[in-house]
């Protein structure tokens, strides 16, 4: 488990973006929070990182938004309503990850029963400021967890 600590949303996306440069195709990443935590300013940063200029917008009400123009392609996902969750089994998430495709799926720990079993989960959680947010990102499975040596280096600056 890696705690990190972002002191405004130009600081989470900047956190994102450090870690988009551990991504790999195939790779699943679950973005939990309450409403206004930062999940999709994470994605910002990410997909930033990754090289996707064009702006990426909260998917709520379109559940998925595809973003090909980049580093490893990303996939940006939101399932925060439950009754969809029949829906992203059919949208075929694993197929699209076997295409090389890096998944951020948000809301993703009410969805984890139907995703890969190997996944970053990355927690925000407001702090005591009101810029300030608390970021917890916590391994599943091998591929990740042989990766979080480096992020946790990577991530120092955020790290205390
Ligand atoms: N340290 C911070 N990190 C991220 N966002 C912050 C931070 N400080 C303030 N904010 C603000 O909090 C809001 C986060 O909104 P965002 O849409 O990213 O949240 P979300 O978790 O995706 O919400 P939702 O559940 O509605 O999808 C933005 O208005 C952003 O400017
Ligand atoms: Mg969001």
């Known amino acids: 488990m ?3 600590h972002s002191k405004s949303v130009d600081d989470t996306r900047a956190l994102a973006g450090e870690l988009a440069m ?14 206004g935590a930062g999940k999709t300013a994470f994605a910002q940063g990410f997909g930033r990182a990754l090289g996707i200029d064009e702006p ?14 980049a580093r490893v392609p ?7 309503r439950l009754d969809r969750m029949q829906e992203v089994v059919e949208l075929g998430l694993p197929e699209m990850l ?3 495709m890096v998944a951020l799926v948000e809301w993703g720990d009410v ?8 996944f970053l989960h990355v927690d925000l959680d407001f702090g005591d400021g009101d810029d300030e947010r608390a970021v917890r990102l916590r391994s599943v499975g091998a591929s990740w ?16």
């Open 145 to 160: 967890s042989a990766r979080m040596n480096a992020i946790g280096r990577a991530l120092e600056r955020w790290t205390v």
């Open 56 to 69: 990426i917008t909260s998917p709520t009400f379109t559940l998925m938004r595809q973003y090909d123009d």
């Open 2 to 4: 890696i705690r990190a």
């Open 74 to 80: 990303l996939l940006h996902v939101d399932v925060y």
């Open 98 to 100: 076997d295409a090389g």
């Open 111 to 118: 969805v984890a029963p139907v995703l890969p079993a190997d």
């Open 22 to 35: 551990f991504a790999k195709p195939g790779d699943v990443i679950l973005l939990s929070g309450d409403l």
